[in-house]
Structures are given as C-alpha cells and as structure tokens.
C-alpha cells in the first residue's frame, strides 16, 4: 500500500474535503496512474449526496480519469512508464459472463465501479479520481493518443462514450436526421460526435441563448422545445433522438417526433422518474424508447480512437481541486461550458 490524497465527501450533506487514504501497491496486472486531469460528471454529485440511495462515505468520486503511467506489474503486457492513459467508470468485472464474453462489461452483474463500488482487493470502497493516484488493472485501463489535448479528453471517459455508444448502437451515419435534446455536458458530446458521423444534427433545448453554441458544436438546427410550432414542424421526422436531460420532464412531445421505427434513447438519470409517455404514439408508428449505460472498454477505445482521428474533445473550464464544491453548486445551474475538469495538480500534500 502506499498512501495518496483525494478529496472526499464524509457524508450526503456535507462538502468534499481533502481526504488522505491508501492505494493498493500495483499486483501483477495492475497500471499505476498518476492523475493529471479527471473531470466533473453530474453523477457524481448524485452520488456524493445520496440522491439514488445507494452511497457509501466515505467517497472520493471521479471517473473521466487521465494521466501518466507511473508504474506497472511484472505481467503488464499493454503499458508502460510514460504513456498517457485514461481510466472510465469501470475497473472490473467477472470476466465470464455472456455480457464480458459480449464486450458489454458495463452491463456485467459484477461490474466493479471506479467509485462507490466494492473494492475486491481491500473489502473496503474504491476511491475515484479526484486524487493524485489510482491503481488499475490492465484490462480497464485506456490509451489516448498524442494529438487529444490531455485536459479536455477526461470527460470523454464518462459524457464522451455515454453519448457515442447509443450512437453506434443504432448505426447512426449519414443520412440520418439525429436529435439531440439538452445542451449540457453529455449534450455537447453528442452533438459532436453525431456531426462526426455525417448525421443531420438538430439540437433541442428550453435556452435561446444556446443556439449560436449549438451551431458552433455541430448542430444543423436548433428547435426551442418550449414552441410547440416548432416541434410540430418536426413531427414524425427522426430516425433517432438521444435525451441527455437529467431531470424528469415528459417524454411525448419528442416521441410525436420520430419517424415510423425511430426511437428516443435515454442517457440522463433524473432522480425522480419521468411520467409515463403515451403508448398510443409508440404503437401507431412502432417506435422505441430505449435506455443505454456507457460502454465497454473495447467501445470506450474505439470512441476515442475516433476522437483521435476526429479532433473531438469536450469544451471545458478547468478548475483547481479546492474549488469543487462551487463547481457542483455551477453544475446544478447549469453554469458551465460544458464541462469542468480538475486540475489534479492543484492538490498538495
């Protein structure tokens, strides 16, 4: 073991403060990380104040991990010293399950969290990625490629793959007429990544004052979701829409938007539940409301790899570790643009 710092919240209602603990000496598969940048995700404030009910403190949260390899098992076959390396939301799984055997270890039963998770190793938590230092096992750790500027691909591992695996999955490309509803940290990306691909992106929003970004990110349209002239200029329309919103809102008014078998794909998790969409317009026309995770880390690197060959990275404002409580209470207000990344090296012994 060796000992390293974070910060952590100590319970669900108080702030997150500096934390010292210990991480595990590397085993023989394992990468040592040093942590140079780990982005800001809206679940980890969920996480950190208990708002889906399953918290364990105390919790050092993060998991859009990027660093430098600082020191690897005698059986690291993948990595070495120096590299530059990027940790997601996962560090392990069984392995042997139809979902591993699938390449899908996110929907694993035994999945292993970056946080908030049983470690296996201590019988204890695992501790995320705002601190100095994380061990790895080989299997759940990643390459980002030179080009990526370092800073601004960490939110690729969490709001990155979030948005491109629905993407994929549903074999967006060109000629497809794509939605995207909220323009937030996983709105952003999927606008990016869905240019990218050669879809046809229009951006949903409440917020006027996000059009000209939208443009700018990617979006060929923007429709304000509060004028119902302009969703109804849409209707029956899209192959396909992915809904980031994190909060409850009700669903009908973008299914009326899809096409005969298009569906609308969930990313965000409100904590409270949406109402309950009207089975008339699903039945009618045949389409899906659908729900997706992040990735596996075989679809973790490819979406990288493709931001590699795309330039993509997420639009950041990075922040010292001691202002991390203001960021969460920023998040909550949809105050940034579009996402915040910690700078790891602001935090000091």
């Known amino acids: 073991m060796f000992k390293t710092i974070g910060y952590a919240a100590h319970a669900h209602n108080t702030p997150l403060v500096p934390f010292n603990f210990e991480r595990r000496t590397p085993f023989a598969h394992d990468v040592q990380i040093d942590i140079l940048y780990c982005g800001v995700c809206h679940s980890d404030i969920h996480q950190t104040r208990d708002e889906w009910g399953n918290a364990t403190f105390p919790m050092v949260p993060g998991h859009e991990i990027v660093g430098k390899v ?127 691909m050669g879809a046809h992106v229009v951006l949903f929003t409440t917020s006027p004052g996000k059009a000209e970004d939208a443009k700018r990110l990617g979006a060929h349209e923007v429709v304000i979701s509060k004028d119902p002239e302009a969703m109804q200029a849409h209707t029956a329309s899209f192959d396909f829409i992915l809904n980031t919103v994190a909060a409850p809102h009700n669903l009908d008014a973008y299914t009326a938007l899809l096409k005969r078998d298009g569906t609308l794909c969930l990313v965000g998790v409100p904590d409270q539940p949406h109402p309950s969409p009207s089975v008339g317009q699903l039945i009618f026309k045949r389409r899906s409301i659908a729900g997706s995770l992040i990735g596996g880390i075989k679809e973790t690197q490819e979406m990288l790899d493709f931001c590699a060959e795309h330039n993509i990275v997420s639009d950041i404002e990075l922040i010292p570790m001691q202002q991390i409580n203001e960021a969460y209470e920023r998040v909550i207000k949809s105050d940034v643009k579009y996402r915040f990344v910690i700078d790891l090296g602001s935090l000091t012994a």
């Not at 005698?74 to 069984?94: A, N, T």
């Not at 390449?103 to 296996?120: I, R």
Request: aromatic share 8%; net charge neutral.
């Open 70 to 196: 600082t020191a690897v098992g005698s059986e690291v076959s993948r990595f070495k010293i120096g590299d530059r390396v990027g940790v997601g939301c996962m560090v392990g799984s069984c392995g042997h399950c139809p979902e591993c055997h699938d390449h899908l270890e996110q929907y694993c039963n035994q999945a292993e969290f970056t946080y908030n998770s049983p470690d296996k190793h201590t019988g204890g938590s695992n501790y995320g990625g705002y601190s100095k230092h994380i061990v790895v096992h080989q299997d759940f750790v990643l390459r980002i490629a030179d080009n990526l500027d370092l800073a601004a691909a960490a939110p690729l591992l969490c709001a990155g793959i979030t948005t491109y695996s629905p993407l994929k999955h549903w074999r967006v490309g060109a000629g497809d007429k794509v939605g995207v509803v909220g323009l937030g940290g996983l709105g952003h990306m999927a606008v990016k990544l869905a240019y990218a």
